[in-house]
């Protein structure tokens, strides 16, 4: 019965508001066409009355398709009944305010003055009054005030790197027993710990969750048992998003195939229509300050086919070179033909997600604010060229700070050019404003730009560089910092230099992360890197050097984590050869080798030439580095290992014990 009640009393509330502010609307609009422009309190509200009334008639079309869970409806019933107090309130704000035609001179002078002491309450009402985004945020806030105890996460899809770095940030905020230990599956450890009721309820945001592949790659894991490759191979990112009575989960993705596969149902689909004009007027004036002509507003934004991010950025140009700078003038500077401008739109930017148009918006007004900055601030576009090598999320300061300048403008101060870039909205901040992101178009286009001028490989010897000195090697110590690191290291991958150091710390940089990826069980993405870097030192270095058959035995180890056993054989039988033609038969490289062969053997249950191998590695090590050397030890637990799956359980039992 109360399920019932909220559903009228919602449906009756956005009637009235509805109606009561079509009828607000409709006065301020007489208002204007009698007697001229409307005093600069209610230029917001006239603007973005409509976007909410909008909101709302489709709110109550989604109650009356029965399209609207009960909980949702009641929950939005205390955020309608406040716009509606709201909108009271405006309508006695311009009863007392504006004037009427039959007014005399004074009068609307006297009121006129007056309505300036109603700015505070008119900013509120018009907070209040900013269309489905705000009424949107109301939700949540409403509902969060209604349960604080309903845990709220918000996780990356962009990449599987992403999308276990949020995993990982939820384990360490929930404090999951385990979560920090080396050997720990953060995916099922989360997992299982949303599927437990008893841990109560929780809201999952999964952001940007464009591609399919990324929730449908294998995810397996290497345990120290070949078994373990077998039984979870099969496993995938989408096993890892739970069911359970107590969740709820938003999914944002630009794919509608994407967003059916994981919903699983067409009907719990809810699509964001582009922004029509009415909607891209009023998110101009709401980011521009002072008057323009609606004419020329009504041009710019059609232009710029009503694209939020484009608009934004306009006005953020206009309002920094205000007054010189108006809409007239900007709308001049778009529709320049500006050679390098067509060269950027005639690039194929490789998203068939996106719409073409609204792409072509957005690089061009990137590209006039690039060439202000550029002339005003050279120092801000050599910040804003590293950041577009960088993965778009999650830029740390501490890789940006000092890494940027060139020779002639080292002295340059960081917080001003990121205080212009942020100022252009080029570039946005996080909460605590230590990191950074930035738009995938945005990065486009810087990259695109330092293509067609020739300096674009000169940025990537620089980021990959920086990355080498920033990225440890993937040791458990390092584990955090690689965590933060790991998604600009996978974008070091497209940065590969011509040749040299810096094409060597490129090598370098994908031989650390692939450590790291393959310590957490990211398998595939570790070969794809030590293929890279194998390929990369064949053609500069050849094929025996020392830091080639290194790269050689890497790849065999993850090739073996993998269950691919034959490659891997393949491998470390030509790490092995090489590492006894150039550094001998003794060197404690080439006993690793020997001894990484040994296991492969055994996983292909070889177990006469792995015990063979094993032993060659044990007597080396002896010999070497002595009999208590933890390498030794090693080696002795390989070969009692072996003995046990060869049935030789005397002699296996003499060896564990020794390594005991």
Known sequence: MAEALAVVGIVVNIIQLVDFGSRVLKRLEEYQSKLGEIPEVFRHIKAELPVLLDALRQTRAAIDAGCMQDETKKALLPA???????????????????????????????????????????????????????????????????????????????????????????????????????????????????????????????????????????????KGSKGDVSSNAAAALLESLPQSPNRSILITSRSRDVAFRLTGSYAD????????????????????????????????????????????????????????????????????????????????????????????????TWQISFKHIRRERPSATQLLSLM??????????????????????????????????????????????????????????????????????????????????????????????????????????????????????????????????????????????????LDAREATLGGEHPDTLTSVNNLGLVLERQGKYEEAEAMNRRALEGYEKVLGPEHPDMLTSVNNLGLVLEGQGKYEEAEAMNRRALEGYEKVLGPEHPSTLTSVNNLGSVLERHGKYGEAEKMNRRAL
């Open 388 to 533: 577009s090598l960088f993965d778009r999320r999650g830029i740390p300061e501490s890789l940006l700070s000092g890494h940027y300048q060139g020779d002639n403008n080292a002295s340059s101060d960081f917080e001003d050019d990121l205080n212009t870039l942020t100022s252009f909205s080029l570039v946005a901040t996080d909460v605590e404003g230590h990191q950074f992101e930035m738009h995938r178009l945005m990065q486009f286009s810087t990259r695109k730009w330092l293509e067609l001028q020739g300096e674009l490989e000169g940025w990537r010897e620089k980021y990959v560089t920086l990355m080498d000195d920033s990225h440890p090697v993937g040791r458990h110590e390092n584990w955090k910092a690689c965590q933060a690191l790991f998604p600009h290291a996978q974008a070091a991958v497209a940065c590969r230099p011509t040749d040299g150091g810096p094409l060597e710390a490129w090598v370098s940089v994908l031989f650390k992360a692939a450590w790291y990826s393959s310590e957490m069980g990211r398998y595939y993405v570790a070969e794809e890197m030590d293929r890279s870097a």
């Open 269 to 364: 689909i809810i699509r964001v229509h582009p922004m029509d004009q009415s909607h891209a007027l009023a998110l101009l004036r709401n980011k521009l300050e002072g008057s323009f002509e609606q004419d020329d507003a009504v041009a710019l934004v059609e232009a710029l086919d009503y694209m939020p991010l484009a608009i934004t950025q306009a006005a953020a140009y206009i309002s920094q070179r205000a007054p010189r700078v108006t809409v007239s003038r900007y709308l001049q500077d778009l529709g320049k033909d500006d050679r390098d401008r067509a060269k950027l739109l005639d690039i194929d930017i490789g998203d068939s997600r996106r719409d073409g148009t609204a792409s072509n918006s957005i690089i061009a």
């Open 80 to 222: 309608v009944e406040g716009c509606g107090v709201q909108i009271k309130s405006l309508d006695d704000v311009i009863v007392k305010v504006l004037p009427t035609s039959g007014d005399s001179w004074a009068r609307r002078g006297r009121m006129a003055l007056g309505s300036l002491r109603y700015d505070a309450k008119m900013e509120k009402i018009t907070a209040v009054v900013r269309g489905k985004s705000q009424l949107a945020v109301e939700y949540s806030y409403r509902v969060r005030e209604k349960s604080s105890a309903t845990w709220v996460f918000w996780v990356h899809a962009s990449s599987i790197a992403r999308f276990e770095e949020g995993y990982r940030k939820i384990a360490e905020r929930a404090k999951l027993p385990g979560w920090d230990q080396p050997d720990v599956d953060i995916l099922r450890l989360v997992y299982s710990w949303l599927c437990d009721e008893a841990n109560g309820r929780w809201v999952i945001i999964i952001d940007n969750a464009d591609d399919l592949g990324v929730f449908s790659c294998p995810l397996g894991r290497y």
